[in-house]
Every structure is written in structure tokens, then in C-alpha cells.
């Protein structure tokens, strides 16, 4: 059984008495903006991709033909050994998708414009602290501990396309941690964590992130770092340089959303507390130097409501 089917056999097949069963894999936005004539839509990216399936393809024994947009990622591929599991005899993958179907000079049905996909504006993007968050986690040779800290507010300046200057600032005032499930152990922790063992807070109740720009990664997938942010850390009065991988993903509103995962040497910052590196002796009071760190950013553009 061939695993996929030429444009050229296809139209051929489909002009023909015993035409296949042709599904457009895609999600429905997509579909509605342009298809295959004739074909039926069910998205292999739901979970009910099955239940649909079922509706549209009720013969096993008829021949389906699944395609994407382009057939060079997994997305057909995978719709047929789902289908394949499910029962059904003769599944093929489109060879070149839409893009071949019409590379090969046959018509697509074209319903409305597809939406375009959003942009990063130029302009003043102020933080929105509601929806942002540092989450960290720390750990030990028993255990590991993690929480948030959250934002007091920030602000980007992009212009140009290019991000110029930006700050945010962390309320360390505002630490938590979210594992431990006894109240009274958790706030032990909690104020260990702003005592001057770690953070300070009393000294030091805030934290920054100051911003000088960015570097895209070209050709980066989506969902992985498409940007490089450059910038200095400010924990304890001591600021150092840090660069930081992060997936910026302008939204339909506007807005932009980031998220970023790296990690820290604490003791870099003064937080030294524990360290063996710098302490002997520490039997159970000694922690990892390392603290992981990642961030959850919306940023909205200047007069959009947003207050710090």
C-alpha cells in the first residue's frame, strides 16, 4: 500500500467513477480561506480528530487522502497513522500538500481571506503585572522547592523594529512558594527566602531587568527561542549581564507575549547562602548554586489601560 499519492493521480482519481475521500488536516480557519475542492475538514491537531473523521469518512474500505499545506512537516503523515490505527485500509499523504496541488496548476476553493498574522508594532508597550510572572525553582541535595515573584510593572520601547531600551521590576517582597503543602513549613521557607540569607528584601525589595535590545534567530520553529534579549539583572544592589533565549509572539490585540527559560548562579548576585562552593561543612544546609528561572510577559501597547 503506498503511503502517498501524486497531485497529478489524485485529480486524475478524483475525476473519475470511484473518487477518494479527500481531508483537508489543517485547522478550520485555514480551510475556510482555501482547499481542494470537494474536500472535507477535520483539524489533526483537535482531539476530536477521530469523532470527526468518523462523521466524514464512515467506509474504511474507501480510499483517503489526507494533505497539510506543504507535506514537509508531520502533520499528514500523522493524520494517516491515526487513521491507519482507526481502522481505515488505504490512507495516502497528499505529496506537496496545497502547495503542490497548486504548484501543479489545479484550482483551489477559496473562501475569505485568511487573517493576517499579527506583527510587532513600533510604539511604548507597558508591562501588565496581572498576567506576568517569574516562576523559579531552587533545589537541594533532598528536595527541590519552586514559587513565583511577581511584577510591579515595566515597560518596552520598540522602534524601528527593533527593541531599544526596556525595565521591568520585581516585587521581592511578593516571593512565594507554591510545593510546600503545610502552611507552617511554607512560610519558614518564605521567610527564609527574604531574610539576608537569600534576598534581603527588607534592604532590597526590588529587582530589575533592564533591557537593551535583542537579536532574532532566524529560521527558529515556532514554540522555540526566536529572540535573544540582552540586558543586566539587578538582585541585591549587584547588577551583572545576562542574555536570555525567549519566544516573543506578537497576539491579534496587539499585545506582545514572551516567555523565556534559563538559569541563574545565585551566588553571582551575593545570594550565597548554602553555597558549597563558598561554605564548608554544610551537610543538610547545603543548596545548588544554579536557580532556574522562567518568565511569563504581557506586554500591551501605551494607552491601552494597563496601570502598574
Excluded at 266 to 276: H, I, K, L, P, Q
Aim: aromatic letters at 8%; glycine letters at 12%.
Amino acid at each position: 500500500m503506498n503511503a502517498t499519492i501524486t497531485c497529478q493521480e489524485l485529480h486524475q482519481r478524483l475525476a473519475g467513477g470511484e473518487p477518494p475521500l479527500v481531508i483537508d488536516i489543517l485547522p478550520p480557519e485555514v480551510y475556510a480561506a482555501r482547499h481542494i475542492p470537494g474536500s472535507g475538514n477535520a483539524c489533526v491537531y483537535e482531539v476530536v480528530f477521530r469523532q470527526v473523521i468518523a462523521g466524514l469518512a464512515p467506509d474504511p474500505d474507501r480510499l483517503v487522502v489526507v494533505y497539510d499545506e506543504t507535506g514537509t512537516t508531520g502533520a499528514a503523515a500523522t493524520a494517516r497513522e491515526k487513521l491507519l490505527a482507526a481502522g481505515y485500509r488505504d490512507v495516502r499523504v497528499l505529496d506537496g500538500g496545497l502547495a503542490g496541488w497548486t504548484a501543479a496548476g489545479y484550482l483551489l476553493e477559496r473562501g475569505a481571506a485568511p487573517v493576517p498574522e499579527p506583527v510587532i508594532n513600533d510604539g511604548v508597550y507597558r508591562l501588565d503585572p496581572a498576567v506576568s510572572v517569574l516562576e523559579w525553582t531552587g533545589r537541594n541535595i533532598n528536595n527541590r522547592h519552586y514559587g513565583r515573584i511577581p511584577f510591579h510593572g515595566g515597560e518596552l520601547v520598540i522602534a524601528g523594529g527593533e527593541l531599544r531600551r526596556g525595565e521591568f521590576v520585581l516585587d521581592m517582597t511578593g516571593i512565594s512558594d507554591l510545593d510546600l503543602q503545610v502552611e507552617t513549613y511554607r512560610q519558614m521557607l518564605v521567610n527564609h527566602l527574604k531574610s539576608d540569607d537569600f534576598f534581603d528584601v527588607a534592604r532590597y525589595p526590588e529587582a530589575t531587568i533592564a533591557i537593551d535590545g535583542w537579536q532574532p534567530l532566524p529560521g527558529a520553529a515556532p514554540g522555540t527561542p526566536d529572540h535573544v534579549i540582552s540586558g543586566a539583572l539587578t538582585i541585591k544592589g549587584v547588577s551583572r549581564p545576562v542574555s536570555i533565549p525567549a519566544v516573543v509572539m506578537p497576539q491579534e490585540d496587539g499585545s506582545l507575549k514572551a516567555q523565556a527559560v534559563f538559569d541563574l548562579d545565585r551566588t553571582g548576585w551575593n545570594v550565597t547562602y548554602g553555597s558549597g562552593r563558598l561554605f564548608e561543612k554544610l551537610g543538610m544546609h547545603l543548596v545548588h548554586d544554579r536557580i532556574d528561572i522562567e518568565l511569563f510577559l504581557v506586554v500591551r501597547p501605551e494607552g491601552s489601560g494597563v496601570r502598574d
